[in-house]
């Protein structure tokens, strides 16, 4: 299978503290990937790293295209002043033109790009919403349409269902299944969701500073890998409430 992202012995600092350890990682186009690990085991760093937003201070990563039209990220904290006057049109709009600031004319292949991105995420009926007055749930759904408006091969999600309800972390899982089978993205999801991501992804890549494995959930059920890398108890069932992720047919054109 094509290589879509090859990180080769990458060492990262971020001020005095080594962030990632000699970490060698190859990712596969249209994996879904579960990045898991501690708190501060260098999940971000490693997304922050492959979307070419940290250099590495040692080794090589490999993206098979240009950043910009092969990545789209999904930051841990979206920094938006809530009180701030934008809408969801204008949020997704960041995406398609980063840099210009957005204040600048729309061109039509640009409109196309935002109301693809606000379709496929289903959020079209909120474009002309303050993006301050949408609930967490739905500001998650602009924010990966953002990251979706450049059209990416690569989707990196950092922590994408912390404070999101039971109903709406359900909903967004199905959301994700749905815009692989759709657009044939990878995607590689940091998360401390064990209870669903396990049940979801085709690989785990666990992380604290070295990659303390890189294999099928299938695999690692039942080891005591996970508990290395956390240093604490740590299990996972797959067998649970959560079925193993389901392929989806759309017979409809994406545009309908
Ligand atoms: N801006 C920064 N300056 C200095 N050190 C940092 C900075 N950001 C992160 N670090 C350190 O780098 C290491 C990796 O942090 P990182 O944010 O990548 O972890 P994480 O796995 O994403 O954690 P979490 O689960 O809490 O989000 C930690 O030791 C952290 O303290
Ligand atoms: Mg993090």
């Given at each position: 299978m094509a290589t879509i992202v090859e990180l080769e012995n990458v060492w990262v600092w971020r001020g005095k503290n080594l962030a990632l350890k000699d970490v060698t990682l190859r990712i596969e186009e249209g994996k879904y990937i579960g990045l898991m690990g501690p708190n501060g085991g260098g999940k971000t760093t490693l997304l922050k790293t492959i979307a070419g937003l940290i250099k590495p201070d040692r080794g090589k990563v490999k993206i098979s295209g240009p950043i910009s039209r092969t990545i789209g990220y999904v930051p841990q904290e979206q920094r938006l002043d809530p009180d701030f006057p934008v809408t969801v049109y204008d949020v997704v709009e960041m995406g398609v033109h980063t840099g210009l600031g957005f204040f600048h004319t729309v061109s039509k292949s640009e409109r196309e790009k935002i109301e693809y991105a606000l379709r496929s995420v289903g959020i079209m009926d909120l474009a002309?919403?303050?993006?301050?007055?949408?609930?967490g749930g739905q500001k998650q759904r602009v924010f990966i349409a953002r990251a979706l408006a450049s059209k990416p091969r690569l989707l990196l999600l950092d922590?994408?269902?912390?404070?999101?309800d039971t109903k709406a972390r359900d909903e967004f899982y199905r959301l994700l299944n749905e815009l692989m089978d759709e657009f044939s993205l990878t995607i590689v999801l940091a998360s401390h969701d064990l209870e669903v991501v396990p049940s979801q992804v085709d690989e785990i890549v666990c992380i604290n500073q070295s990659v303390f494995v890189h294999a099928p959930p299938e695999e690692i059920e039942g080891t005591d890998i996970l508990k290395k890398a956390y240093g604490c108890e740590f299990e996972f069932m797959l067998h649970g409430r959560y079925p193993h992720r389901v392929i989806h047919r759309h017979d409809e054109a994406s545009d309908g």
């Open positions: 002309s919403r303050r993006i301050g007055e949408l609930s922590e994408p269902t912390t404070g999101v």
